[in-house]
C-alpha cells in the first residue's frame, strides 16, 4: 500500500492484490514507525493520521523498561525511547509506536482517498510472464481466475514469498535461522493492575534469573497485549501456549486471567535476496530481506523499498527515466539492507541471556549493587536498539551508479551515531526553515535542485523541460542560505523525492550528463565535475 500511494501521488496508476479477506484480523509484529519512514509518511500526507490511529492508552509512556519481573525491580529506563514530544532538529518526523492496526487503518484510508489506486481482498496472485513489454499476472479472486497485464509487478508478498522462491527461483542468502522466537497477542484486562516495577510502557524486557529474553508489548487500550520471545528456552515450545502462559506469568510474578488471541513460534532470520530486480519483476519487502526484529526495522526497511522504488517506477511510466534506474533498485536498497541487518543482529546476540548477573533479584543493597551493574551494561551494549540514530538515518547509496559522486572520502556509516552528510548518496541533511516547514516540505516529485549560493540554473532547467524531468528550484532566503551551506557545502546540491542526494557541486556544467546518470539513462560518467 506505501508503494501504491507513492505511485498515485505521482500519477500512476497501480492494483493492489491482497490474499486476505478485508475484514480478516492481521497481527503483525509491527509496533514502530521509525524516524525515517515516518518522513515518507509524511510525503505521503498520513503522519499525523498514524498518530491519531495509535489504539494504545495514553496512558502508557512510550518508555522502554527493563525490570526484574513486572511486580519486581526497575534495573534500567530509557524514557520517550520511540517517541519524542519535541521535534527533532535532523528530521522532518519524530517516531511512532503504534501496532499495526493502526499503520494498516492508516494506510488503507490513505489509499482509499486516492483514485488511482486499486485494492483488490480476497485475490491471491499465483503465476506471472513477463515479456518486453510488460507482465501477465494470474490471479484468483472471488470471482474465479483472471489475468491482469501491467507494465510492471512487485512482489510483497511476505517471507515466505511464493513468487519469489517457486516463479523467480530466487533463493534468500544470509544467516538462516538466528533464533526460534515466538509471539503471542492476548487479551487481559487485569494485566495492568500488576505493574508495579516501573511506569507502564510501550515496551517491557524482563531481565530476571529465568534468563528468558521476553519482553511485553500493549496493542490495544489497556487490555491487548503482545508477549515476545527472542530466542525461546531450549525446554519451551513456543507453540504451546500454556507453557508460553506459565512464562508469562513468571514474567508479571503473578497469576491473572489471560486469553490468546493468537500466535506461536517463528523463526528469526537475517537475509536478503541476492537482487531485487528481475526483468520488470521486483522484489519489496519481507519477499526481498528478512531481519532480526531487535531493532524495530522489518518493516521499516519495506517502506525505504517503497520510497526508493516509487520515483523510479514512476519514472519509467512517464518517460524520463533510464533502463539503469531498476538496477539501482537492487543496489541501493541492498546496500541499506546489509548495513541495517548486520546492526540487528548485533542488537539479537545480546539479551538477558548474556547481560543477567546472579543476584539480579535479591532485594535491599547487594541486590541493588548488581542491577546498578546490569543498568550500566543495558546502557552500553542496548540502547543502540531504542536511542540511536545511526540505522534509521545513516544509511546510504554509495555504490548507486545513479548518485553522481564528487570524490569526498567519508567515514564508514555508523549503526549507532548518526551524522549529517550532504555527500551524494546519503540521505539530505535536514534543516528547519525559519518560516516553521521542514525542508523536505520544498523537496518535489522528481528532483529538487536546492540553490544556496549564486549558481546559473537556467540550463538545468531548459534541460529538465526537454527532457520532460519534473525539476523543482528551492532558493532558501537567510539565515536559513548560510545554515543549509554549512550543511551542503557547495553551492547547490540535486536532490531526489526520497530526500537522498544525486549530486552537489559548483557549477552546472554538462547538465545533459547528470542528467543521464541521475535518471538512470547512462552509468560511467567520464569526468566529474565537482
Known sequence: MALAIDLAQRGVASVVFESRAEGDRFSARTNMTNVRSMEHFRRWGIADALRENDPVSPRIQRDVAFVTRLNGHLIQHFPRAYEWSERLSIASEVAEWAPNEAIEKTLRARAAQLPLIDVRFGHEVGSFEQDDDGVTVHVTGPDGPRAFRSGYLVAADGSRSRLRSRILNVRLEGRANLARSFLWHLRAPGLAEHWKASPMVSMTLFYNEDRHCDSLVPQSGEDQWAYFCSPVPDHIDGDDWEACRDMLFRAVGAEFEVEPLEGGTFITHSMQAPRYDFGRVLLAGDAAHLVSPMGGFGMNIGIGDAADLGWKLAALVQGWGGPLLLASYSIERGEAARFILDGCERNQAVGASQLVRDGIEEPGPQGDAVRAQVAEDIQVQKARQFKRMGGQLGYRYSSSPIILRDGVEEPPADFEDYVPSAAPGNRAPHHWLKDGSSLYDHVGQGFTLLVLDEIDTAPLRRAAAARGIPLDVVTPG?????????????????????????????????????????????????????
Open 478 to 530: 537567510e539565515p536559513d542560505r548560510a545554515a543549509l551551506h554549512d550543511l551542503y557545502l557547495a553551492p547547490a546540491a540535486l536532490l531526489r523525492s526520497d530526500h537522498h542526494v544525486a549530486w552537489r557541486g559548483h557549477a552546472l556544467d554538462d547538465v545533459n550528463r547528470l542528467f543521464d546518470v541521475v535518471t538512470g539513462s547512462s552509468a560511467w560518467p567520464t569526468t566529474v565535475t565537482p
